[in-house]
């Protein structure tokens, strides 16, 4: 590279210029080359954001349907909206999905431990109206 003081040409690796010394790794360095694994200035990154479409409706179709829509709703969103370039909103679209699927999960999961319960208890009453008193 070029020293930026006196102009003296000097080794690719040199960080001080041979000629005056003057620092050459200080100096904005000339983009020569491009870093593999470094975002490129100017060049918009694929920018990926989850946006739980599948977990939203598998929770809709197995947990609970009606806390499932919003998730869904939410989960719509997070595409149009990075299309758009609102990566912003689609962070927060993603986040709703995701908090809407765990909503419907737990409610779901809440559901089938009382309906569980529940037949274990009518299970258990049978059991006593029948058995034991004869
Ligand atoms: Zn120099």
Known sequence: ?????????NDENAWKCTQCGTELRAAPAPITSVTPGQPVAG??????????L?????????????????????AAQVNGKVGKGDIEGAKVSSKN??????IAFGTGLFI???YIALVAFGVLSNLSHTGVGD
Do not use: E
């Open 97 to 102: 999905a995701k908090m809407w699927c765990w």
């Open 1 to 9: 590279m070029y020293c930026r003081n006196c102009g003296h040409p």
């Open 54 to 74: 599948w977990q939203s409706i598998v929770c809709t179709i197995f947990c609970c349907w009606p806390l499932g829509i919003p998730a869904i709703v939410y």
């Open 43 to 52: 060049v918009p990154q694929p920018i990926q954001i989850p946006n739980y």
């Open 112 to 114: 089938v431990a009382l």
